[in-house]
């Protein structure tokens, strides 16, 4: 019998987080599923809290591969998946006992192709709910799912690009659960994150979402992402990032040509790149970072004097920002490094003692 729904958990030593993550898989509501662990090269004891953990429970399949990346260990969970519907469980996180009991009873009653809830970010000693101002489920079919979540995968509109925070929060993956045919009879892949950076939930998404004919959002946080990892990759500094992201917005243009998505998509990926400016300027300050301050507000200068950052920049509307973004954002506009340094180094301060 095949099970109704694949997990697949990318694993690299993950020792100290795995046991949760596994034990909230399998406390689920529901039973018919399999979980696709990939231990990717782990050099601590994973693979062994793998192995005791598929002795007891014959719904976990282990693959055990060199060390490759998250995005290659995805994808070979792809290629093994025997679910009519796949979700993607990160290591480091755990879920509630009812996510895919509730997200497979959407799916199957109306018949849809992507299912995704929203999400709690832990922090170890507290933890805070990420917030959508939608109702409790907002229902997306054919057309809408382009224009309301595709287009918003892209980059923001409007008064979107007010909350420069929400710019990834529905591109994750690990917040959804797909129908395997529109993966499989598409050929959706992950791009590996040395040549794009991050992102590659994202892209993915794009993807999945172009064919897609209905999606549903539940405003409900099942999913449990942990911040308190400081051996995530999100929080290490990455020299090569703006190298990378270039790459990656290559990509999504490359998409949008092909598939003829018009101009509300262009400006939404211009809005990504002016977005992205702060990302990219915090992996520029960040503490894995050691250069003299003088080199990094050199870093941020070259930043913002990069050809498509400043296109971007240029066309970028402040209207809808609040104050504070208006003012970060016209400093990156007018290329004014030493006020956006300043400001990175507030925004870093306040992201670490609020957030």
Same mark, same amino acid.
């Given at each position: 019998m095949k099970p109704k729904i694949s997990i697949i958990v990318p694993i690299y030593n993950m020792e =100290?987080?795995?046991?949760?993550?596994?034990?909230?898989?399998?406390?689920?509501?529901?039973?018919?599923?399999?979980?696709?662990? @990939?231990?990717?090269g782990s050099t601590d004891k994973s693979l062994t809290i793998?192995?005791?953990?598929?002795?007891?429970?014959?719904?976990?399949?282990?693959?055990?591969?060199?060390?490759?990346?998250?995005?290659?260990?995805?994808n070979d969970g792809l290629t093994k998946a025997k679910g009519e519907? @796949?979700?993607?469980?990160?290591?480091?996180? !755990?879920?509630?006992?009812?996510?895919?009991?509730?997200?497979?009873?959407?799916?199957?009653?109306?018949?849809?192709?992507?299912?995704?809830?929203?999400?709690?970010r832990e922090f170890g000693t507290h933890s805070k709910e990420k917030k959508f101002a939608l109702p409790e489920r907002s229902n997306y079919i054919n057309d809408e799912v382009h224009k309301k979540i595709l287009r918003r995968l892209v980059?923001?509109?409007?008064?979107?690009?007010?909350?420069?925070?929400?710019?990834?929060? !529905?591109?994750?993956?690990?917040?959804?659960?797909?129908?395997?045919?529109?993966?499989?009879?598409?050929n959706l892949q992950f791009v590996d994150l040395s040549e794009i950076g991050s992102n590659e939930d994202t892209l993915f998404n794009i993807h999945a979402c172009y064919y897609a004919k209905s999606f549903v959002f539940l405003n409900k946080p099942y999913y449990?992402?942990?911040?308190?990892? =400081?051996?995530?990759?999100?929080?290490?500094?990455?020299?090569?990032? @703006?190298?990378?992201?270039?790459?990656?917005?290559?990509?999504?243009?490359?998409?949008?040509?092909?598939?003829?998505?018009?101009?509300?998509?262009?400006?939404?990926?211009s809005n990504r790149i002016s977005l992205n400016t702060l990302g990219l300027g915090l992996n520029t300050i960040s503490r894995g970072n050691n250069p003299s301050i003088i080199k990094q507000i050199k870093d941020i200068k070259e930043l913002l004097n990069n050809s498509r950052i400043k296109r971007s920049?240029?066309?970028?509307?402040?209207?809808?920002?609040?104050?504070?973004?208006?003012?970060?954002?016209?400093?990156a506009k007018k290329r004014l490094t030493f006020g956006l340094y300043m400001m990175l180094i507030s925004i870093e301060v306040l992201r670490k003692t609020v957030r």
């Open positions: =100290n987080y795995l046991g949760r993550c596994l034990d909230s898989l399998l406390s689920q509501d529901y039973e018919d599923f399999e979980v696709i662990a @990939i231990n990717d793998l192995q005791e953990y598929a002795k007891k429970d014959p719904r976990i399949y282990i693959i055990d591969k060199e060390n490759n990346g998250v995005s290659s260990a995805r519907f @796949i979700g993607f469980v990160d290591p480091d996180d !755990w879920i509630d006992p009812q996510m895919y009991k509730n997200m497979l009873k959407v799916a199957e009653e109306d018949q849809v192709d992507i299912v995704m809830c929203s999400y709690i980059g923001p509109l409007n008064e979107e690009v007010a909350n420069p925070e929400l710019l990834d929060a !529905w591109g994750t993956v690990w917040s959804k659960m797909y129908r395997a045919e529109i993966i499989k009879n598409n449990h992402y942990w911040r308190a990892n =400081n051996t995530s990759i999100t929080s290490k500094h990455n020299p090569n990032l @703006i190298n990378q992201f270039g790459k990656l917005y290559s990509r999504m243009e490359s998409f949008l040509n092909e598939k003829n998505l018009g101009k509300n998509y262009k400006m939404a990926l920049l240029e066309q970028f509307d402040l209207k809808n920002c609040s104050m504070i973004w208006k003012t970060f954002f016209f400093f």
